[in-house]
């Protein structure tokens, strides 16, 4: 397990982020029952509705969490640079856990705020995460 060791920032937050995820989806879940939603339905898209925002939010991390599960993932086992994929990694969790946040509290406008440049960030730090595991490959 020594070999892992450097990227033990990069391994925590793709743990960090799953808990997340795992976390919210019964508030996300509690907030439909309490709209009387069936499970998996959604609520209707309007943003000063907590449960659309909580249940958004939950659906936002399960969306993004395979693609960064995958790429620190494979920057790991190809052997990209260890203090990148670590900082780029913990960035995106910062990035996804404020935005996580700015979302369920319906922080700023629904579109173009603080939440989208938030997404823009952990996005852009997952898209050179998979660069660097592609360089790292060959």
Not at 4 to 9: K, N, V
Not at 46 to 58: E, I, P, V, W
Not at 66 to 80: D, E, H, I, K, S
Not at 121 to 134: E, K, P, R, S, T
């Amino acid at each position: 397990m020594d070999m892992f060791a450097e990227y033990s920032h990069a391994i925590s937050s793709v743990v960090l982020f799953t808990l997340v995820v795992l976390f919210l989806a019964p508030f996300s879940a509690l907030a439909k029952q309490g709209k009387g939603l069936a499970p998996g339905a959604t609520p209707e898209q309007d943003y000063s509705d907590q449960a659309y925002r909580l249940n958004r939010a939950y659906l936002n991390g399960t969306e993004t969490l395979p693609a960064f599960v995958a790429v620190v993932t494979a920057a790991v086992l190809l052997g990209a640079s260890p203090f990148w994929v670590n900082l780029l990694a913990s960035v995106a969790l910062l990035a996804r856990v404020v935005m996580l946040v700015v979302h369920i509290k319906g922080i700023g406008k629904p579109n173009s705020g603080l939440r989208s440049v938030l997404y823009v960030l952990g996005w852009a730090c997952m898209f050179v995460i998979g660069l660097m595991a592609l360089v790292a490959a060959f």
